[in-house]
């Protein structure tokens, strides 16, 4: 542990020591009448997020993309060795290596296993939110 960190109480993670919130854990560290608290007693900041809504980001129920299922579906399906579909998704770098191999037969066969994803809706836009019907 070098100079001007210290642990988290709550997790053990090394954080600096001006820290207030472990930024691992999200569990307050410090009490925060030095941190120009009113006097009026400790300011308690709740990290704590126990709603178990699944229907955020990596629940069973993911958020689901803005992107439309048919249009990636045909675009993979008619220009998928050009990486089209992927452009689309908002996939820019992946898209424009397929572009490069698509004189190649990488392309094809990656286009082959985009257009199984899109099928199963377990293919993901550039923001890794799931597009489906």
């Given at each position: 542990m070098?100079?001007?960190?210290?642990f988290c109480k709550h997790c053990g993670q090394i954080i600096d020591s001006d820290c207030v919130v472990c930024p691992k854990c999200g569990k307050q560290v410090e009490n925060l009448n030095s941190y120009g608290g009113n006097?009026?007693?400790?300011?308690?900041?709740?990290?704590?997020?126990?709603n178990n809504n699944n229907n955020f980001m990596?629940?069973?129920n993911s958020?689901?993309?803005p992107k439309s299922w048919l249009v990636t579906l045909l675009l993979c399906l008619f220009v998928g060795v050009f990486g089209i579909h992927r452009f689309y998704a908002g996939k820019i770098g992946t898209g424009i290596i397929m572009i490069l191999l698509c004189w190649t037969g990488i392309s094809?066969?990656?286009?082959l296993v985009d257009l199984i994803m899109i099928i199963l809706s377990k293919f993901?836009?550039?923001?890794?939110?799931?597009?489906q019907r």
């Open positions: 070098s100079q001007g960190t210290k006097g009026n007693g400790p300011i308690i900041i709740n990290n704590n997020n126990n990596g629940g069973y958020v689901v993309s094809a066969i990656w286009a993901k836009d550039g923001q890794g939110l799931l597009i």
